[in-house]
């Protein structure tokens, strides 16, 4: 069987919105669920009202006497053999987040639409009357809105419809008689239009710079491309030109190699030439003198003087005189000349490197800027820096937003915090520093120390891991009113320069800058730093020389 929606809540309580249980008549011909109407009555009762119907509101005096429906509940009960289920589906009641509507009685459905003109939220079945009422029509219906009380006058309990151009805030018309008298007002609706329109120009503006902004990521990511392919190209091309000057000098030591073993090879051949000539004519004279000494001892006078004269001759003697001895130092020359060229080649290696060492650092010049040379220009990349008081030494008073940092020989009421440093007078800035940074520290009283440092410097105890140019991680100037002294990892630079109450601070994070500068009618620079930075930088200050030393962080404009 099929019902339509109108057949489904006939069948149904419009108190619990459920299928009728035990369905009961009262006079005005209308039916709910017995114990729903007892209830309802029995509210009715408590609060000392008359008696009433929740559908038509026609009123009953006394009570009115509930009369069972017999056909009704014959109805229902066949209904409820087909699984009809004639309350609106869970999600279209109205749970903790969503708008309930204001005339639905008993567990209330979802509300639709509020109004602000009532002001109260409908149900689609309680929003009709504005859909068919002539007058009802005329309300400006929004969507469902838990904040409709908001659009009460909290003195007159009126709608506010008018907007006070003077206060700035949304009046009702009894507002413009007393406490709002004489100021400027115009309707809700007419400021809400002069503000859309702003709206639209702002909107237009945010939407321009968006595009404008887009159009710079764009360009950045294509420079980012730019400078990744460069990178890449000049990392291969210079392996490939590396790879070749190796491959030469290899070669240009085979060479010599194979030449100094060839001449070797001659050398010792030649030598050995000699070394036999020589070995032949010592074993002939050897022989030579072994037949003249047996012919020495001959006894007989005419053989020995026969014999004399073919024994005595001697064949041609290589004299040593010949010999061509080479320089002990041969090859000597060779080791020299190689270790000249070696000099010459390591001499022009380490000039070009520098070349290229200047045209790398001049692609990251491209991105960073050269260092300002005004303080018009310094300016320009100014920070409003605050101090972090988890990191003040409980003898440092801060004010003025906490920008400014006062010593004070009575310890200051500080929570524990362990980025406090314990011992040493200092505080560190509450913002990190990267990029391209300037800010302006003015001082008072016997000295201060203006620092940079990391933020995993040590807080705890005495130690100069804690101090503030004491330490690798940190770098720090100190000004008295005698002296400038800059100070990194326990090593002192004295200064020269003008001695001023403010000090100016330039820091290129990504290009390993940082200086100091004494600034008064001119800035003059008192030191610079030239590392690299392998995390961000915390401004810091140090005191604790007299009793009302002051450094503070300057709005700079």
């Known amino acids: 069987m099929y019902l339509s929606h109108l057949d489904r809540e006939t069948f149904s309580c419009s108190i619990c919105l459920d299928l009728l249980k035990d369905p009961v008549t009262i006079p005005c011909g209308h039916s709910y669920c017995m114990n729903c109407i007892k209830s309802f009555c029995n509210e009715e009762e408590e609060k000392k009202k008359i008696h009433s119907c929740p559908q038509c509101k026609k009123t009953f005096i006394p009570r009115p006497v509930l009369e069972k429906n017999t056909m009704l509940a014959v109805l229902v009960e066949e209904l409820k053999k087909?699984?009809?289920?004639?309350?609106?589906?869970?999600?279209?009641?109205?749970?903790?987040?969503?708008?309930?509507?204001?005339?639905?009685?008993?567990?209330?459905?979802?509300?639709?639409?509020?109004?602000?003109?009532?002001?109260?939220?409908?149900?689609?079945?309680?929003?009709?009357?504005?859909?068919?009422?002539?007058p009802l029509k005329k309300h400006e219906l929004v969507a469902p809105s838990k904040k409709l009380q908001e659009n009460i006058c909290s003195h007159h309990n009126e709608i506010l419809k008018i907007f006070c151009r003077t206060d700035q805030q949304s009046i009702c018309y009894l507002c413009t008689m007393d406490e709002h008298k004489g100021h400027e007002t115009v309707l809700a609706a007419a400021e809400r239009t002069e503000k859309q329109k702003e709206l639209e120009v702002r909107r237009l503006n945010i939407q321009q710079r968006i595009q404008d902004r887009e159009k710079d990521v764009k360009l950045l990511q294509q420079e980012v491309e730019a400078i990744n392919g460069s990178a890449d190209k000049a990392v291969e091309d210079s392996e490939k030109m590396f790879t070749e000057l190796i491959r030469l000098i290899q070669k240009r030591s085979s060479d010599v190699k194979q030449q100094v073993r060839s001449q070797q090879e001659t050398e010792v051949s030649r030598v050995k030439e000699l070394q036999e000539k020589l070995e032949q004519e010592i074993a002939e004279l050897k022989r030579k003198d072994a037949e003249l000494e047996q012919l020495s001892h001959t006894e007989d006078h005419n053989q020995f003087l026969h014999n004399y004269p073919s024994l005595s001759a001697l064949s041609e003697s290589t004299h040593s005189?010949?010999?061509?001895?080479?320089?002990?130092?041969?090859?000597?020359d060779v080791t020299a000349a190689v270790s000249e060229t070696r000099d010459k080649l390591q001499d022009i290696l380490r000039e070009e490197w520098t070349n290229i060492s200047l045209r790398v650092t001049e692609e990251d010049v491209l991105l960073s800027p050269s260092e300002p040379k005004t303080r018009a220009g310094f300016l320009k990349y100014s920070h409003e820096i605050t101090l972090d008081p988890n990191t003040a030494n409980t003898h440092l008073l801060l004010s003025e937003g906490n920008r400014k940092a006062t010593f004070m020989e009575q310890q200051q009421s500080y929570i524990d915090h362990p980025d406090r440093f314990t011992v040493w007078c200092q505080v560190l800035s509450?913002?990190?520093?990267?990029?391209?940074?300037?800010?302006?520290?003015?001082?008072?009283?016997?000295?201060?120390?203006?620092?940079?440092?990391?933020?995993?410097?040590?807080?705890?105890?005495?130690?100069?891991?804690?101090?503030?140019?004491?330490?690798?991680?940190?770098?720090?100037?100190?000004?008295?009113?005698?002296?400038?002294?800059?100070q990194h990892n326990g090593v002192k630079t004295p200064l020269s320069g003008p001695r001023s109450s403010r000090v100016g601070v330039y820091l290129d994070h990504r290009?390993?800058?940082?200086?100091?500068?004494?600034?008064?009618?001119?800035?003059?620079?008192?030191?610079?730093?030239q590392t690299t930075f392998t995390q961000p930088l915390y401004a810091g200050l140090r005191l604790g020389f007299t009793d009302g030393d002051t450094a503070e962080l300057i709005k700079v404009r």
């Open 82 to 134: 087909t699984g009809l289920q004639a309350a609106p589906a869970d999600h279209c009641y109205a749970g903790p987040e969503d708008v309930a509507c204001d005339v639905c009685t008993g567990r209330k459905l979802k509300a639709i639409k509020s109004c602000l003109s009532c002001p109260a939220s409908y149900c689609e079945k309680h929003l009709q009357p504005h859909y068919d009422a002539a």
């Open 321 to 332: 005189s010949s010999i061509n001895i080479g320089p002990l130092r041969y090859f000597e």
């Open 511 to 529: 290009a390993g800058i940082l200086s100091f500068y004494s600034v008064s009618e001119t800035m003059t620079l008192l030191h610079r730093v």
């Open 430 to 486: 509450r913002e990190s520093l990267t990029g391209r940074c300037y800010w302006e520290v003015e001082w008072s009283g016997g000295a201060v120390y203006v620092a940079v440092a990391y933020k995993d410097i040590s807080r705890e105890g005495s130690s100069y891991d804690c101090g503030f140019g004491w330490n690798n991680k940190s770098w720090a100037l100190y000004c008295d009113r005698n002296s400038s002294i800059f």
